[in-house]
């Protein structure tokens, strides 16, 4: 079982940033690819980012590329999201997973409770 926390969310004016954070706990976290996803109100949850086991392969959504960076620290359990340049349309309650197995888009074994992420126009 992996148990994983997220953290950072907030209110944000349009064009600011925010990092988020999701701290892993129960097993070893360096076994995990790890995720972010999101899910605005009225709408399915969709997928942001992935990076891999080691950080050597990651995964953007087309809408956050070149906005949003993901990473991790395996010394410290912890997946990191730094989304820049944020937009109203951004708004969202963002999620962090975990999957054994590379499928960014889709697979994953544990999810978070998440952090709401609300951007001002």
């Known amino acids: 079982q992996v148990q994983l926390v997220e953290s950072g969310g907030g209110l944000v004016q349009a064009g600011g940033a925010l990092r988020l954070s999701c701290r892993a706990s129960g097993r070893t976290f360096s076994d995990y690819d790890m995720g972010w996803f999101r899910q605005a109100p009225g709408k399915e949850r969709e997928f942001v980012a992935a990076i891999s086991k080691r950080g050597g392969r990651t995964s953007y959504a087309d809408s956050v590329k070149g906005r949003f960076t993901i990473s991790r620290d395996n010394a410290k359990n912890t997946v990191y999201l730094q989304m820049n340049s944020l937009k109203p349309e951004d708004t969202a309650v963002y999620y962090c997973?975990?999957?054994?197995?590379?499928?960014?888009?889709?697979?994953?074994?544990?999810w978070g409770q998440g952090t709401q992420v609300t951007v001002s126009s």
């Open positions: 997973a975990a999957s054994l197995t590379w499928d960014p888009k889709r697979t994953y074994d544990y």
